[in-house]
């Protein structure tokens, strides 16, 4: 009988990311069988499988969408807040599962951001792996060195690994003086990174706005807190991208 692993059969049903229903499986919270499942548990098409004690109706995935959302300042991307703040989720358009954020964009950052009702994508997308590089537009309080903008595309250390801008290019001072605006790229999208590499060099990120991730750009007549849905081919480019298709 030919199995699949548990977490990627979940996911491909539109549960959640692989990664965050690896972290159910790890707390308990998912059985197969009857029993709890563990981390790399693999499983049949008959298989029973319950989460939280409820029964899970395992489906054909659904076809792939993603949309384009662009986030305004002050919402979250999480479902929901004990704080009552507005969440990105409470725009969005109905799916069949449920969107999944690509990666996440703070309260205080703006701009583009993915969402998709494909688990296994998402989770591809946010993979290292895939190398996909995401652009933003940031305004620095400070007046940086030429020594100090080096090291941001050199290597700066962030919790004993190097991290990096993949390239960097001034956009020209503020009549402002104290406000530099930049055009950035980076590859990954570890917690904080952009603002935590700023402040390594005595500067303090003031405005942040992603404006690309991968090859979809954030369209310049979107505006903030809408969103847009891609066509079947750039759906299909992602997928292709991050080797699911």
């Avoid at 049903?13 to 707390?27: D, M, N, P, T, Y």
């Avoid at 305004?139 to 100090?148: E, I």
Wanted: hydrophobic share 35%.
């Amino acid at each position: 009988m030919t199995t699949e692993k548990l977490h990627k059969v979940l996911a491909a049903a539109g549960l959640g990311s692989r990664r965050q229903i690896e972290k159910w499986i790890a707390e308990g919270r998912v059985g197969v069988d009857g029993e709890v499942a563990h981390v790399g548990h693999r499983v049949g098409q008959d298989a029973a499988i319950t989460l939280d004690g409820k029964p899970v109706a395992l489906r054909d995935a659904p076809v792939a969408r993603v949309i384009i959302y662009h986030k305004p300042l002050g919402e979250i991307c999480t479902r929901s807040d004990p704080q009552g703040r507005p969440t990105v989720f409470d725009r969005l358009p109905g799916v069949s599962g449920r969107w999944i954020s690509v990666g996440r964009l703070d309260i205080n950052t703006t701009g583009l951001l993915l969402l998709t009702n494909d688990g296994l994508l998402a989770s591809r997308l946010m993979h290292p792996s895939t190398g996909l590089e995401r652009e933003y537009m940031v305004r620095v309080h400070g007046n940086p060195t030429t020594g100090q903008l080096d090291r941001l595309t050199t290597g700066i250390d962030l919790d004993g690994r190097p991290a990096r801008f993949n390239a960097l290019e001034s956009l020209g001072k503020k009549a402002d003086v104290k406000n530099q605006r930049y055009r950035i790229k980076l590859s990954e999208g570890r917690n904080r990174e952009i603002r935590r590499l700023w402040e390594k060099i005595g500067c303090r990120v003031n405005q942040l706005k992603r404006i690309r991730f991968g090859p979809v750009h954030l369209p310049a007549n979107l505006p903030p807190g809408s969103w847009l849905e891609l066509d079947a081919d750039a759906v299909l480019s992602l997928q292709r991208g991050a080797g699911t298709a």
